[in-house]
């Protein structure tokens, strides 16, 4: 018997997908994560925009392309929000939600709506044994911030964590070269009352690179960045979800932080980690953004000078505050959508020359061609002209290519 487990969205889904992948190798099934033939598909949806919604619907027809008679299974954010909806759908089977995921496996047989309002963080029964180098560690659910433009508290309740030596014993088994902590809003993790560092300082000594998901520039102190300094190897990349560069849209998203506090938590990130990348997310286009509102977003973005930038149209989505509020013009979300693109790839560019010439220890990924490909800490891709080996590639960047750079094993 073949299955396929299916994932759309966010690197917890990834991480919940690769749970389900382990579960059903368990029971026996020949597993992949490619869409491909097989007698069973699990459809993990993602909510996060209307286009994400829309691709979760689209999967199933084309998994039914492969297999008409396959049994159908849709989880995620999309089937919370809306079950009824993909129940309808021909050849799905069973629908359940963006919680209790861990359940499918001993569901796996049933038909109908199991849609459940889980208020603890999920312990899977088993780990998600993985041959790749890289493995997600998811170690938060949920969230409580309620960000006007933002439906996944919704759907994926409030915030709860995992004990900091669940994490650990995790990582311990699965042995990777380099481990993501992540979680939808990891920077609201607390567990018995301990927040982040304590989940950090949990970490120490463990034998591979720590890499942590997205952040709120809330949690970037001194105390914090100086846990991080403790770990045995920790990858110096920060991504930090700026999402607007205006003080008013800010304030209208909910988002509780000011412009020149995210720009003095940058500084500080690049005095303990001078070589860091820091990577954001920016919403384009949001119902209260004016031309100036926007230019903000861009002088921003220039003056922190971040290493990528995932920048992506506002899409209302009911049920949120936002959602209330008028939408701008398609148009004018496409003209900025254009400038700020020209802006991302103008910074990447930059922060690739910076690093010509230094080096680094890649974990690497996937093969292209004749390269190895991987990521330094501070997140530069790196094509080595060397074979696929599971281990540590330590390169000095020679020259600007593709997405990333050309690098030398030294």
């Not at 368990?26 to 033939?37: E, F």
């Not at 103008?346 to 890649?362: M, P, Q």
Request: glycine letters at 6%; proline letters at 3%; aromatic letters at 10%.
């Amino acid at each position: 018997m073949r299955a396929v487990v299916f994932t759309l969205g966010c690197k917890v889904n990834g991480c919940e997908s690769a749970y389900l992948q382990s579960g059903l190798a368990s029971l026996g099934y020949d597993v992949s994560d490619k869409l491909s033939y097989a007698d069973v598909y699990i459809i993990n949806t993602c909510a996060v925009t209307a286009e994400a919604e829309k691709k979760s619907r689209q999967a199933i027809a084309r998994a039914r392309k492969f297999n008409p008679s396959a049994k159908i299974i849709i989880t995620g954010c999309a089937s919370q929000k809306s079950p009824d909806d993909f129940l309808k759908k021909e050849g799905v089977f069973l629908v359940t939600g963006a919680r209790a995921k861990e359940k499918i496996i001993e569901n796996l047989y049933k038909e109908g709506k199991f849609i459940e309002d889980e208020t603890s963080f999920p312990e899977w029964n088993n780990f998600a044994e993985s041959d790749r180098t890289r493995a997600y560690i998811k170690v938060e659910d949920g969230c409580d911030n309620f960000c006007s433009y933002c439906i996944i508290p919704y759907l994926r309740g409030r915030a709860r964590s995992r004990a900091p030596e669940k994490a650990r014993e995790e990582i311990e088994h699965i042995a990777p070269l380099e481990a993501v902590i992540t979680g939808i809003n990891l920077s609201s993790y607390s567990y018995e009352g301990k927040g982040v560092i304590k989940l950090i300082e949990g970490l120490k000594g463990v034998n591979c690179r720590i890499r942590l998901g997205s952040l709120e520039p809330r949690v970037i102190t001194e105390d914090f960045l100086r846990e991080l300094k403790n770990l045995k190897d920790f990858a110096p990349h920060f991504h930090l979800s700026l999402q607007s560069g205006s003080n008013k849209v800010l304030k209208s998203m909910n988002r509780k932080y000011t412009r020149e506090e995210f720009a003095e938590k940058c500084d500080l990130i690049r005095k303990f980690f001078p070589d860091a990348g820091i990577t954001t997310d920016i919403i384009v286009g949001y119902s209260t953004e004016s031309d100036e509102d926007f230019k903000d977003s861009l002088e921003l973005a220039k003056k922190v000078a971040f290493s990528d930038i995932h920048c992506f149209p506002y899409s209302k989505r009911e049920g949120t505050v936002g959602a209330k509020l008028k939408e701008l013009p398609v148009e004018v979300k496409n003209k900025r959508m254009d400038e700020i693109l020209k802006l991302k790839n103008f910074l990447k560019k930059a922060f690739v020359e910076k690093n010509l010439g230094k080096t680094f220890d890649v974990v690497p990924e996937e093969e292209d061609g004749e390269f190895t490909v991987g990521y330094t800490g501070n997140y530069l891709r790196c094509y080595i002209k060397k074979p696929f080996e599971r281990k540590i590639y330590k390169v000095k960047a020679l020259s600007p290519y593709k997405d990333g750079v050309i690098a030398e094993e030294i």
